[in-house]
């Protein structure tokens, strides 16, 4: 039958003969192709939304807040609420905090537990393989009920480790419109290169809609806007600029309009796959340290004229070549190859990906239908490694790009089971939900697309500063960043994270 060739042809396809779990896999999702066209699958999200204190990170949940306005906070001014008490913060949904507020919120260990939703438990109709789906617990260690998480999340009783990368949390980039491509890695690029300083201009972090005429309005790149400035960081503007120039060059007219939202459309980056996206990584960084250091070097001049000296230009560094990754996943051919980058500040990988799929996956990351629970094991290990160490972690799945900013598990103690959650995004960039990382695998196993991108700073810029975060983002049972990991328990909710390097 028509099955039975289509199975056949892409067996034959494989490098390494496939077990009968994975001739099963490939069996059902070729008889279930007809039926995901006609049915058209509704995107999954789980939100919550709790006005934070900006100076105390008190948290109050929504349903305490609704109707309770004037008991529980001073007089609104500008829409604005103000903490009654001692602090007098100001206090906004957890949706508008800023990113120090953020950034507070680990330091204080508010989000380690039931701060974030938990996301789970997903079913795909063409998966015959559902043991990435939770056991349901039967102790008190987990809780289910807790709305709207569709996953376990750890009770006051359980005992968990976290993981967080301080790094990330201080890089991550606010996402304007439909532009996950090109936010999420201006966000890894502020990780991996340690960019953390704010942009000159006010506009140039988050770009909003106009509600009327979908009028938008461009702002410049961080090259020009931060010249001068005191610190500066990769913004999202500067990745799109990027993506703009090279569809220009390339002919990609498609593409270039949907990047600079032609004709009222909402600007998208809906046309750019993974080989471009790690294209970006290196092209952005390279320009975006290149300006950096011309500032510096301008500077130390300045400083030895006014001490009447004849040296102190700084040199640039020497960077080691780009570790550009091929694919064969996205649309673009192999004549653009010759633009790659000769040198790079960053590294990039693929540190997860499908089973099938031709890229280059880093050894260890494939995941396939049949893994063991031994491979399961390695690949948690070496993601909480890389956010020890203050790599960046991209992922890419459910069409979605977002960075991964923290790791935590528990065993459950009625079924042994293991619970392990990434913080991530499935919607715009700002962390809002704990991600099963058994349902991300089932999820790379899905697709050839959906894949675990690392990006770091490469060995030959030279070693990153030993404490180059600020000190309020520094765990408070630690003394630099480079703490370590130690256990949270229920009662006393206890807890020294990861803070990176």
């Known amino acids: 039958s028509m099955d039975e060739m289509t199975i056949g042809t892409t067996l034959r396809d494989l490098s390494v003969p496939p077990s009968l779990g994975q001739e099963a896999y490939l069996l059902a999702k070729v008889k279930s192709k007809d039926s995901k066209r006609r049915k058209k699958h ?113 009770s006051p ?90 569809s220009r060059e390339a002919g990609k007219i498609n593409c270039h309009a949907a990047l600079r939202g032609s004709c009222g459309l909402i600007p998208s980056t809906r046309k750019i796959g993974n080989p471009r996206l790690l294209r970006a990584c290196h092209a952005v960084g390279a320009t975006f340290l290149s300006n950096e250091l011309d500032r510096n070097r301008k500077g130390a001049e300045v400083n030895s004229n006014n001490i009447g000296g ?71 290990e070496r ?3 890389e956010l020890r160490e203050g790599s960046s972690l991209l992922l890419h799945f459910r069409n979605h790009y977002a960075l991964v900013f923290a790791a935590r598990e528990w065993q459950c103690e009625s079924t042994g089971a293991w619970r392990r959650q990434l913080l991530t995004a499935t919607q715009k960039q700002r962390p809002h939900v704990w991600f099963c990382f058994r349902q991300l695998r089932a999820d790379i196993v899905y697709s050839k697309v959906n894949q675990m991108l690392l990006i770091r700073r490469s060995l030959a810029c030279g070693p990153l500063p030993p404490t180059s975060l600020p000190p309020s983002s520094l765990p408070s049972s630690a003394s630099s960043a480079a703490s370590g990991c130690d256990t949270a328990s229920g009662g006393e909710g206890r807890c020294r994270e990861r803070g990176g390097a």
Not at 349 to 367: A, S, T, V
């Open 42 to 154: 509704k995107r999954v999200h789980c939100l919550r939304n709790p006005h934070v204190c900006e100076s105390c990170f008190k948290v109050w949940r929504e349903d305490e807040v609704t109707g309770n306005e004037k008991r529980l906070f001073g007089p609104v001014r500008d829409g604005v609420l103000r903490h009654r008490g001692g602090c007098s913060g100001l206090v906004r949904p957890y949706s508008q905090i800023s990113r120090n507020a953020v950034v507070g919120l680990a330091t204080e260990k508010v989000f380690h537990r039931d701060f974030f939703p938990s996301m789970g438990n997903l079913i795909r109709e063409d998966m015959p393989d559902i043991s990435h789906h939770n056991c349901v617990c039967t102790g008190t260690c987990c809780r289910t009920d807790f709305f709207p998480s569709m996953g376990p999340e750890p």
């Open 157 to 246: 009783m359980a005992t968990f480790d976290v993981v967080i990368s301080h790094p990330t949390l201080h890089g991550w980039e606010e996402q304007a419109h439909k532009t996950c491509a090109a936010a999420s890695v201006a966000g890894a690029l502020n990780c991996a290169l340690q960019a953390y300083g704010e942009p000159a201009t006010q506009l140039a972090s988050v770009q909003r809609a106009s509600s009327a005429g979908h009028v938008f309005q461009r702002v410049k790149s961080s090259g020009a806007a931060n010249e001068g400035s005191g610190g500066g960081r990769v913004i999202e503007q500067d990745v799109i600029d990027y993506y703009c120039k090279w």
């Open 310 to 380: 004849a040296g102190g230009v700084l040199s640039l560094p020497k960077v080691g070549g780009a570790r550009v990754v091929e694919s064969d996943d996205d649309e673009e051919e192999e004549e653009d190859t010759d633009e790659r980058e000769d040198v790079s500040p960053v590294e990039t990988l693929r540190l997860m990906g499908n089973w099938m799929c031709r890229d280059r996956i880093e050894e260890g990351g494939r995941c396939a239908p049949d893994d063991a629970s031994e491979i399961e094991d390695e690949q948690w």
């Open 383 to 385: 993601v909480k490694e």
